[in-house]
Antibody, heavy 121, light 110 residues
């Protein structure tokens, strides 16, 4: 069955750019019924939505991160990417990629295991 | 401070029915669907309820959701020890044009 796996640097220096990849295995990323998102969870806090990309290519970002975040997808190569610029300690979180289905913009039915990212000099 | 408000904790005994509330506003719960996620320690969130009261395939009918005005509730009946987890509500917010989550409710089964 479809599986998602996040990968990236465990530590990023302040003011640098965080880049994460979500690799999809066991199935296809194609299909108009699906969308893909990134969600993060700071230590001891609830999830925070980062953004979503639809099969049309349309992207929606959290307004609080909008100017710093870029999400893209390469369906043939089966990966989703996240780029977050000018990171600070507040960006320290577990980062999850997730698949959404056409039951509204919050229907994330498949998640990766998450990858821990610490922002530290 | 989360956009959606949840009580930080809840508890119940095995077999009991517990409810977890989620309070929002007219720009989120009041005009959009509510979703509920369960998160076990060290795991990713898992979708429990979508569109206020629908269960994805594989979610037992012990879990149910409801919505009234700008508030929503998750009910768990026949409480089991493995229901002990963090529960989050979520919705779309028209003012923010984005997904918002609650701060979470830690459910303890005593």
């Amino acid at each position: 069955q479809l599986q998602l796996q996040e990968s990236g640097p465990g530590v990023v220096k302040p003011s640098e750019t965080l880049s994460l990849i979500c690799t999809v295995s066991g199935g296809s990323m194609s299909g108009d019924s699906y969308y893909w998102g990134w969600i993060r969870q700071p230590p001891g806090k609830g999830p925070e939505w980062i953004g979503t990309i639809y099969s049309s290519g349309d992207t929606y970002y959290n307004p609080s991160l909008n100017s710093r975040v870029t999400i893209s997808v390469d369906a043939p190569k089966k990966y989703l990417s996240l780029r977050l610029t000018s990171v600070t300690a507040a960006d320290t979180s577990v980062y999850y990629c997730a698949r959404g289905f056409n039951h509204g913009p919050v229907y994330f039915d498949l998640w990766g295991q998450g990858t821990q990212v610490a922002v530290s000099s | 401070q989360s956009i959606l408000s949840q009580p930080p904790s809840a508890s119940g005994t095995p077999g009991q029915r517990v409810t977890i509330s989620c309070s929002g506003s007219s720009s989120n719960i009041g005009s959009n669907f509510v979703y509920w996620y369960q998160q076990l320690p060290g795991a990713a969130p898992k979708l429990l309820i979508f569109k206020n009261n629908q269960r994805p395939s594989g979610i037992p009918d012990r879990f149910s959701g409801s919505k009234s005005g700008t508030s929503a509730s998750l009910a768990i009946s026949g409480l089991r020890s493995d229901d002990g987890a963090e529960y989050y509500c979520a919705s779309w917010d028209d003012s923010l044009s984005g997904v918002v989550f609650g701060g979470g409710t830690k459910l303890t089964v005593v």
